[in-house]
C-alpha cells in the first residue's frame, strides 16, 4: 500500500521542527474536500465515470471543482475525488496531514458527512488502515526509547446518548468541556490486534438496513487515535522526572442525513425515528458550523479537515446540492482557538523569562552585597588600625554591631556615608557631652513614628559628586575614616569640626532640603561625636520646629477665628441693609399713606365747607323767602284792608282769590314748593 510516512517527533527531530513543518501559519482554516462515491452496482455498467453530459447529477470539472449538471452550477474546494481509486490521493490530502499534526503534538480531525450511502464509513474504515499503516514504523521505532504509545477508542453518539464501542457495558461517557470523557482506550500493539479491535467496534455500531444502504450507520462514530510521549527530564539537581504529552487524531463519521420516502422507512417506525434524529443532529451541525471546530479533540483550522460524501446518482442531486452548500460553508471557518502545545510554549517561555529576569537580579544583589561588605571590612581594618580602642567590633553600623539599631541597608545613601534620621522628640538629658564621648547615641532621640534614629557609618569619603540627590528631608554626613584620604574638605589637614555650618544646615533641611556636610577627621569618635550632637541639635531644632508648627497652628486658629468674625460682620451688615432698604420701603410706604390721607383729609375739607356754603347760601336764601313771605303777606293785608274799606264784600272776595293765587304762584317760584 502506497502511502505518506510520518516523522515521529521523538526520533529524528525535536517536537518544535515537527511542529514548524506541520504548520502553515498563512492557511489557518480547515481543509474542505470533496469525495464523489462510484455509482452503485446496477449502474456501473454503463458509466466508470461521471463525465460532463453523462447522466449524473455530479461531476468533477477539475481536481478542486465540482459542478452540479443540474444547474451546471460550479463549486470549489481543497480537492474533489472520485470514487476508489483517488481514496489514497484522499488520504493524502486530508488526514495524513492531520495524524502528522497528531504526531507533532496537536489534536486534529477528519469529519465525514453527507447523505447516506454516500460512502461515509466505507472512507472511515479506508483511513483507519492507512491510519494503522502510518503509525507503526513510528512506534516501532520509538519502541525501542520506550517512549511512545498509541492507544485506540470507539465511541458511537446515538440518539442523545454515547456509547462505547469497545467496551459497550461503560456508562461513563460523556462530552465535558467539549471533550469526550470517559471511554476506554486499548493500548495499540500491533496492526492486526488494532484491526481486531476496529471491525469489533463496527460491528457494535448501530446499523439499520433501508432502500438506500443495506448497512446504514444510525449513529455519529468517533474513532480516536491518541499519542502518548513520555520523555525523561532531569531536573537542576540531576533527579530524572517523567514529563508526557499527548495528542489525539480522530476519525469522526456521522450518520448520513437523508429523506423518509427515500429510505422507504414507515412513519412511526423505530428507523424513521432514528432517521429524524440524524437529521435533527445533522441540521444542528450544519447550521452550527463554528460549533464543529469544538467537537471532541478539534482545535484550530489547521488540525481539521471535512469530507464531503456525495452520491453521484440524479437521484440524489437534492442532497449532493445541501452537502456542497454545507462544505463550502465550512471551509470558510477559520480557526479561532489556538493549540494547547501553543499555550504551553507561551507559558514556558513566559516563565523561563521571570525566570531569568529573577537570577539577574538576584546576582546583581548579590555582587553589591560583596563589595559593601568589602568596604565594610576595609573600614574596621583602617579604624582598628587607628584606634585600638575602637578596633573591638563596636564600629556603630556595622553588621557585626548589634549596638546600634540599624536600616538594614536600604537607604540609597548607606552606601555613600553617614546617614542620621531626624528624631522628633528630643530628651536633652541624654545627649553626651563632648568629653562624654559616648560611642552610643541618645537612647530618646526616637523619631515621632517611635524608630530610633539610626547612624550608619560607612568607608571612606565619596567625593561630592556621589552626594545623593536630594529627595527628601534627611542630613547625609559623610565621615572619613582615613586621615591619608583626601577628601572634599580638604587633602592634608582635619579641619576644626565647624559647628556654625552644621547648625546652620538644620533649617534648612528643616524647611525640607537635603544637606550634606563633608568632614574629614582621624577620629572615629570625633565623627560620632559630631553625629549625637548633630541628633541633638536636629532633636532641640524638631522640638523648636514644633513649637513653630504650635505657633503656627495658633496663628492659623487665630486667623481663623478672625475670618469667622469677619464673615459674622458681614453677615451682620448685610442685615442692616437689608433692614435700611426694608425701613426705606417702610418709610416710602408710610408717605404715600399720609399722603393719601391728607389727599382725602383736604378732599373732604373741601366737601365740608362746600356744603357749609351750599347751607350759608340756602340759609340765606330762605330768610329771603320768608323776608318775600312777610313782605307779601303785609302787601295782602294791606290790600284786603283797603279792600274791606272801599269795595263791596263780593268784589273783595274775588280780590282775595286773586291775590291767594298770586301768592301762591309766588312762593312757589321763590321756595321752590
Ligand atoms: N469509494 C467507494 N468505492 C467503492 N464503494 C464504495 C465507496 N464508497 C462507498 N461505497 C459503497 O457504498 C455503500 C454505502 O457506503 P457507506 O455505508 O460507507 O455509506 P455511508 O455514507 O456510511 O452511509 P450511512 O450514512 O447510511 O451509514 C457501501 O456498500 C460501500 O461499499
Known amino acids: 500500500m502506497t502511502s505518506t510516512r510520518l516523522t515521529s517527533a521523538s526520533s529524528t527531530t525535536s517536537p518544535g521542527n515537527v511542529t514548524a513543518a506541520c504548520s502553515r501559519p498563512q492557511a489557518r482554516r480547515c481543509e474542505v474536500a470533496i469525495s464523489i462515491r462510484p455509482p452503485r452496482q446496477q449502474d456501473s455498467a454503463s458509466a466508470a465515470l461521471p463525465q460532463s453530459g453523462s447522466r449524473r447529477g455530479i461531476e468533477r470539472a477539475s481536481t478542486t471543482v465540482a459542478r452540479l449538471t443540474t444547474s451546471q452550477k460550479e463549486h470549489t474546494f481543497d480537492g474533489v475525488y472520485y470514487g476508489s481509486s483517488d481514496q489514497i490521493q484522499l488520504w493524502t490530502a486530508t488526514a495524513a496531514p492531520r495524524l502528522q499534526q497528531a ?4 489534536d486534529s ?3 465525514m458527512a453527507g447523505q447516506t450511502g454516500s460512502g461515509k464509513t466505507h472512507t472511515t474504515a479506508s483511513f483507519v488502515q492507512h491510519t494503522l499503516h502510518n ?6 521505532a520509538d519502541q525501542e526509547n520506550q517512549n511512545v504509545s498509541w492507544t485506540l477508542s470507539m465511541v458511537e453518539l446515538h440518539g442523545s446518548s454515547f456509547k462505547d464501542l469497545l467496551q459497550p457495558g461503560n456508562g461513563s461517557i460523556c462530552m465535558r468541556q467539549q471533550r469526550l470523557q470517559g471511554q476506554t482506550s486499548h493500548i495499540i ?9 476496529v471491525n469489533k467496534g463496527l460491528k457494535m455500531r448501530q446499523t439499520g438496513s433501508h432502500a438506500l444502504n443495506a448497512t446504514s450507520s444510525r449513529s455519529h462514530m468517533f474513532v480516536t487515535f491518541r499519542q502518548t510521549t513520555t520523555t525523561v527530564d532531569d531536573d537542576q539537581e540531576g533527579n530524572a522526572g517523567f514529563h508526557s504529552t499527548a495528542a489525539s487524531f480522530t476519525l469522526l463519521d ?3 442525513s437523508e429523506r423518509m420516502n427515500k429510505t422507504g422507512a414507515i412513519n412511526g417506525s423505530s428507523l424513521a425515528q432514528e432517521g429524524h434524529d440524524i437529521n435533527t443532529a445533522s441540521l444542528r451541525l450544519r447550521r452550527c458550523a463554528d460549533s464543529l471546530q469544538t467537537l471532541s479533540s478539534v482545535e484550530g483550522g489547521q488540525g481539521l479537515a471535512f469530507i464531503g460524501h456525495v452520491s453521484p446518482e440524479m437521484d440524489d442531486v437534492k442532497e449532493t446540492k445541501s452537502t456542497l452548500r454545507f462544505m463550502e460553508a465550512a471551509g470558510k471557518m477559520r480557526a479561532k482557538v489556538s493549540t494547547q502545545a501553543d499555550a504551553r510554549k507561551r507559558s514556558y517561555a513566559q516563565l523561563e523569562q521571570t525566570i531569568a529576569r529573577i537570577q539577574q537580579d538576584n546576582s546583581n ?3 553589591e552585597n560583596a563589595s559593601l561588605r568589602l568596604q565594610l571590612d576595609q573600614a574596621n581594618l583602617e579604624a582598628a588600625s587607628r584606634d585600638p580602642t575602637a578596633s573591638a567590633g563596636t564600629l556603630p553600623g556595622s553588621p557585626r554591631s548589634s549596638s546600634l539599631p540599624s536600616r538594614g541597608g536600604s537607604s540609597p545613601c548607606a552606601s555613600a556615608g553617614c546617614t542620621l534620621d531626624a528624631p522628633s522628640s528630643p530628651e536633652p538629658s541624654s545627649v553626651p557631652s563632648k568629653e562624654g564621648r559616648s560611642p552610643l547615641p541618645p537612647a530618646g532621640l526616637a523619631s515621632s513614628a517611635g524608630t530610633p534614629p539610626s547612624l550608619n557609618t560607612c568607608s571612606p569619603a565619596p567625593s561630592s559628586e556621589q552626594t545623593s540627590p536630594a529627595t527628601s528631608s534627611c542630613l547625609h554626613l559623610f565621615l572619613p575614616m582615613s586621615p591619608t584620604k583626601p577628601t572634599a574638605h580638604t587633602a592634608t589637614q582635619r579641619p576644626e569640626l565647624d559647628w556654625q555650618q552644621i547648625t546652620e544646615t538644620i533649617p534648612e533641611m528643616l524647611g525640607g532640603y ?3 556636610w563633608l568632614s574629614a577627621g582621624p577620629a572615629f569618635e570625633d565623627e560620632l561625636m559630631v553625629c549625637q550632637q548633630m541628633a541633638h541639635e536636629l532633636a532641640g531644632q524638631q522640638c523648636k520646629a514644633q513649637a513653630q508648627m504650635a505657633g503656627l497652628k495658633i496663628e492659623r486658629d487665630h486667623c481663623l477665628q478672625q475670618a469667622r468674625i469677619l464673615s459674622r460682620k458681614c453677615r451682620l451688615q448685610r442685615t442692616a441693609l437689608r433692614l435700611q432698604r426694608a425701613q426705606a420701603v417702610v418709610r416710602v410706604g408710610k408717605v404715600r399713606v399720609k399722603r393719601q390721607e391728607w389727599a382725602a383729609t383736604s378732599h373732604h375739607a373741601e366737601h365740608t365747607s362746600r356744603l357749609e356754603r351750599s347751607a350759608a347760601e340756602a340759609a340765606v336764601l330762605r330768610e329771603a323767602r320768608v323776608a318775600a313771605q312777610v313782605h307779601q303777606a303785609q302787601q295782602l293785608h294791606q290790600y284786603q284792608h283797603f279792600c274791606s274799606r ?5 268784589r273783595s272776595v274775588s280780590w282775595l282769590g286773586a291775590a291767594s293765587a298770586a301768592l301762591r304762584d309766588l312762593m312757589t317760584s321763590v321756595l321752590g314748593f
Open 646 to 650: 272801599q269795595q263791596p264784600q263780593q
Open 103 to 106: 504526531v507533532a503534538g496537536k
Open 189 to 197: 500493539a500491533s496492526a492486526a490486534q488494532a484491526t481486531r479491535l
Open 365 to 367: 544583589l548579590q555582587q
Open 514 to 516: 537635603e544637606t550634606t
Open 109 to 111: 480531525t477528519v469529519i
Open 254 to 256: 456521522l450518520a448520513g
Open 135 to 140: 503509525i507503526f514504523p513510528v512506534l516501532t
